[in-house]
């Protein structure tokens, strides 16, 4: 039977999937566009067997779960995808709309708002595709909505930059998780994100006339790192050990 795989399609999430649905990997695995949100959740009820989540979804939501593969989605400084847009400058904001679709920026922004920069605003879980912005206020934008945003507010605040600043550590915000831990499975999963992620250059050419704003080159290459080595590692273990320190609760 094939393991269905649950994972955002968005364009940071394209080389990770690229080869799960070809010969010979598609007999084994069912891949299952989703947002980050409903990634936890088919996770959660048992529709998918390995799921790309957001990490904050691991504090409270999901409790049994192995962390899987050899790849994630992170960055090490600027992300360019996640962040806060503002018309004021970062310490004048005193209300922030979160991005309805993924917990992890949610609860990276109250982080290093918080921890961080000592400043408690409201909170407003939103759909922020057509967001207005009064005075104070900031936007909580992720994934490709976030590159169209850039001309339309003055400031622009990359939150992988911000916590690199703050820690000196990478930032990860996505992981491959399992219900049950397979060997021979996750060398095949793994080969199969391998082989896409050598495709970099392919779907650079095959998404550059969709995305003419956007540097793919640069966000591929430069922004996004897929490497789940020691370093992410230790900066995924801060994040969390923070949320569950400071017991940052989930937003409502």
């Given at each position: 039977m094939?393991?269905?795989?649950?994972?955002?399609?968005?364009?940071?999430?394209?080389?990770?999937?690229?080869?799960?649905?070809?010969?010979?990997?598609q007999?084994?695995?069912?891949?299952?566009?989703?947002?980050?949100?409903?990634?936890?959740?088919?996770?959660i009820?048992?529709?998918?067997?390995?799921?790309?989540?957001?990490?904050?979804?691991?504090?409270?939501?999901?409790?049994?779960?192995?962390?899987?593969s050899?790849?994630?989605?992170?960055?090490?400084?600027?992300?360019?995808?996640?962040?806060?847009?503002?018309?004021?400058?970062?310490?004048?904001?005193n209300?922030?709309?979160?991005?309805?679709?993924?917990?992890?920026?949610?609860?990276?922004?109250?982080?290093?708002?918080?921890?961080y920069?000592?400043?408690?605003?409201?909170?407003?879980?939103?759909?922020?595709?057509?967001?207005k912005?009064?005075?104070?206020?900031?936007?909580?934008?992720?994934?490709?909505?976030?590159?169209?945003?850039?001309?339309?507010?003055?400031?622009?605040?990359?939150?992988?930059?911000?916590?690199?600043?703050?820690?000196?550590?990478?930032?990860?915000?996505?992981?491959?998780?399992?219900?049950?831990?397979?060997?021979?499975?996750?060398?095949?999963?793994?080969?199969?994100?391998?082989?896409?992620?050598?495709?970099?250059?392919?779907?650079?050419?095959?998404?550059?006339?969709?995305?003419?704003?956007?540097?793919?080159?640069?966000?591929?290459?430069?922004?996004?790192?897929?490497?789940?080595?020691?370093?992410?590692?230790?900066?995924?273990?801060l994040?969390?050990?923070?949320?569950?320190?400071?017991n940052?609760?989930?937003?409502?």
């Open positions: 094939k393991k269905k795989v649950v994972c955002v399609n968005y364009l940071n999430t394209k080389p990770l999937i690229r080869s799960l649905d070809k010969d010979p990997y007999s084994l695995f069912e891949v299952i566009p989703e947002n980050p949100r409903v990634c936890s959740e088919k996770f009820d048992g529709t998918a067997d390995i799921a790309l989540v957001p990490v904050a979804t691991l504090v409270e939501e999901i409790k049994d779960y192995h962390i899987i050899d790849y994630c989605i992170a960055s090490e400084g600027a992300v360019n995808t996640v962040g806060i847009f503002s018309n004021c400058e970062l310490k004048q904001i209300k922030i709309f979160l991005d309805d679709h993924s917990k992890t920026s949610q609860q990276l922004t109250k982080v290093i708002f918080e921890n920069l000592n400043i408690n605003p409201k909170y407003d879980i939103v759909n922020v595709e057509d967001i912005l009064g005075d104070n206020e900031g936007v909580l934008m992720i994934g490709d909505k976030a590159f169209g945003a850039k001309d339309q507010f003055t400031y622009f605040y990359d939150l992988g930059e911000l916590w690199t600043n703050f820690t000196g550590l990478p930032f990860v915000y996505a992981v491959w998780i399992a219900k049950v831990r397979d060997q021979e499975t996750e060398e095949i999963f793994n080969k199969g994100i391998e082989e896409g992620l050598k495709q970099i250059p392919a779907i650079i050419a095959e998404n550059k006339s969709l995305h003419p704003e956007i540097d793919l080159q640069a966000y591929y290459t430069d922004y996004i790192e897929y490497k789940l080595d020691d370093d992410k590692r230790a900066g995924l273990k994040f969390l050990e923070t949320l569950q320190i400071k940052i609760p989930s937003l409502p």
